[in-house]
């Protein structure tokens, strides 16, 4: 799997990595959306999925989001959140709003998240993603 995870936390970017060998997965890591565009808009090969936090500085998760869908080749890729945000605050709905593929909520496992992002890569048969 192509993935990109973009989250401020340098702990939490190792947790991806632990949760995503990079001997089985080509995962890119940055600390936040403005250092996102800055790698996708440099690539003409879309990512399988991306992993976003909401929160961060320079520019957020629903900033990136934005940015993302605006961006022909990468438009499509999903989005899976990984959040402590509350389900029902205005950045939440934002996100949703833009398209998320799933919401992963903080602390998760390595093996759930996994999952997730394995179903909105390849969903189930009869189920579009």
Do not use: C, Y
């Not at 250092?35 to 320079?58: H, T």
């Not at 909520?105 to 390849?122: D, F």
Request: aromatic share 4%; proline share 9%; no cysteine.
């Amino acid at each position: 799997m192509r993935l990109l995870v973009v989250e401020d936390s340098p702990l939490l970017r190792r947790m991806f990595g632990l949760a995503f060998p990079t001997q089985m997965n080509d995962l890119q890591s940055v600390e936040n959306g403005r250092a996102a565009m800055d790698l996708l808009e440099g690539s003409d090969r879309p990512f399988d999925a991306v992993l976003l936090d909401l929160r961060m500085p320079d520019m957020d998760g629903v900033e990136f989001l934005r940015a993302l869908r605006r961006q022909p080749v990468h438009r499509l890729t999903p989005v899976v959140l990984t959040t402590a945000e509350s389900d029902d605050s205005a950045l939440m709905e934002q996100a949703r709003t833009l398209g998320v593929a799933a919401i992963v909520k903080k602390p998760w496992s390595p093996q759930g998240l996994r999952t997730v992002v394995q179903q909105v890569i390849e969903p189930p048969p009869g189920r579009k993603p």
